[in-house]
């Protein structure tokens, strides 16, 4: 018999990519997915015919999620709003993504057996921030730490939590990385200065995200997999410092150089997101999705797809591309020389210190000079509880270990031993009280929910929190004074 599956987010990269994998194997598979009604979208899906049941809605209309989860076996949520759109619109993402994901759980529990139906939710990179050597190894139980302004990763990071604490039986949280998929070539907006040139990132191959999803929709997977955090990344041929990703992109669009076409200075210091992963095989290991293509070559294959225009490249010289490039840094918005022609302190403090700190930047050649240390040297975190454990051996007493290395308690007198999924009662370090599963504190890094990240009073944290000391006090800008950003209250996008 074919299993269903419920797949959101078909119209975008990693949906779409999951789609057509799905679709080829159609012996295999019914799909149903859930698109917004648009002309676009309308000729997009019509190519599909009838191997696919289009429900035709709205991710945050309870009653069209439910069409779409009714009946369904898997349950893929995918979509969503993201990134560039989403740092347009902040206040938009949170409710829509917020809004999705509890409708989401809302329409399985209403599910006859929906102790049965796996649930996959794909949350973000960027919900564990900045994270430039010499942190720049990361895994999954490591502090939720979205960057300042990042109003799209704290839409995922409350998303994931409310998966996470949904009482359903079978939920997994597949964190995903930047996305390298042709259409990446032709982005150009000011949000790619926000990018700092000694940072890394694990990339994922769209074709290595989609063959992911189809993949944990076969048979076999144990129970152990369930119920937990994953990174997603292909592995350790698409680990990439930032510089070396922009050298890449560059050469495939014909452009010259990073260092011929922009100033070093237009580009962010601190405060955007990516890592390397010290865990992402672990999903490799349960899924066996990665082609391991050689990244050179797949950026060529990616040249391929760019239509004809972009070869003029070749003959534009870069005093020709560079004012271009100039003119996108100085969006009055998101530009990094934007902000510093408005005067944006918050902004300018936030991704550089201070003008000060600004001007400091050397130059490209040091800059670019990074001495990353590889795995086996990592800088690795402390969670606060004993590691070594497995985890069907974690206490009450790991729970009280734990709790305090965030500056807080664990006032649960008791728990079932393993019991991951059971929430205990907690308070932080600022005497708030709150219920948090084990699973959602010790592997997924969460904490605190009213210890929200706007306005971003992670200096005062973690003076209280050694938990998030760990990676602010290495990752702050050298000229943060540790005064709150902006005026915003999390009830603002709450």
């Known amino acids: 018999m074919k299993k269903r599956v419920f797949l959101t987010g078909a119209t975008g ?17 019914d799909i149903t997915v859930l698109v917004r009604e648009s002309k676009r979208n309308r000729k997009l899906m019509a190519k599909y015919g009838d191997k696919v049941r289009v429900v035709w809605g709205d991710l945050t209309c309870y009653d069209d999620v439910l069409k779409g989860a009714t009946g369904a076996d898997y349950v893929l949520h995918v979509g969503g709003m993201v990134s560039p759109r989403a740092d347009y619109k902040p206040k938009s993402v949170i409710e829509v993504n917020v809004k999705a994901a509890e409708n989401v759980v809302k329409a399985v529990k209403a599910q006859p057996n929906s102790d049965a139906v796996k649930v996959v939710y794909i949350g973000s990179v960027a919900q ?12 999954t139980g490591d502090p939720i730490f979205p960057s300042i302004f990042d109003y799209y990763a704290i839409s995922k990071c409350r998303a994931e939590r409310i998966f996470a604490e949904s009482g359903l039986k079978h939920w997994v949280s597949l964190r995903q990385s930047g996305i390298l998929y042709p259409a990446i070539l032709k982005n150009m907006d000011p949000i790619m200065f926000h990018v700092p040139i000694r940072g890394v990132l694990e990339w994922a191959t769209v074709e290595d995200s989609g063959r992911l999803l189809a993949n944990l929709c076969e048979d076999g997977l144990p129970e152990e997999f369930w119920c937990k955090f994953y990174n997603i990344g292909s592995g350790e041929e698409y680990r990439l410092t930032n510089y070396d990703f922009e050298c890449y992109l560059l050469k495939c669009i014909n452009c010259p150089a990073p260092e011929k076409i922009f100033d070093v200075e237009w580009f962010a210091t601190h405060n955007f997101h990516g890592q390397y992963y010290l865990d992402s095989d672990k999903l490799e290991e349960y899924l066996h999705f990665r082609a391991n293509v050689p990244v050179a070559d797949y950026f060529a294959q990616m040249a391929k797809t760019l ?5 003029l490249a070749k003959i534009a010289p870069a005093w020709v591309i560079k004012p271009f490039m100039r003119l996108i840094a100085k969006d009055k ?6 902000w510093l022609e408005t005067n944006n302190e918050p902004r300018i403090k936030a991704f550089f210190g201070s003008r000060e700190e600004r001007s400091k930047i050397g130059s490209w050649e040091q800059m670019c000079e990074i001495r990353l240390a590889g795995m086996e040297e990592a800088e690795r975190l402390s969670h606060g509880y004993d590691e070594s454990k497995p985890l069907a051996e974690l206490d009450i007493e790991d729970m009280r270990q734990a709790a305090a290395f965030r500056g807080g308690k664990c006032l649960s007198q008791s728990m079932v031993k393993g019991d991951l ?10 005497g708030h009280r709150f219920e948090a599963s084990p699973a959602l504190v010790l592997l997924g890094g969460h904490w605190c929910d009213e210890c929200d990240p706007a306005p971003w009073r992670f200096d005062e944290q973690a003076k209280r929190n050694p938990f998030l000391a760990q990676v602010w006090n290495k990752m702050r800008p050298e000229g943060d004074g540790g005064e709150e950003y902006g005026t915003a209250t999390p009830e603002d996008y709450r």
């Open 333 to 338: 918005t998101f530009g990094t020389l934007g």
């Open 421 to 430: 999924a059971t929430k205990l009662e907690w308070e932080c370090a600022f």
């Open 307 to 311: 239509p004809w225009y972009f070869s």
């Open 128 to 139: 564990t921030g900045d994270r430039r050597e010499p942190l720049h190894w990361a895994r």
């Open 13 to 29: 990269v990693m949906g779409g990519a999951t789609l057509n994998e799905l679709l080829g194997r159609g012996d295999k598979f």
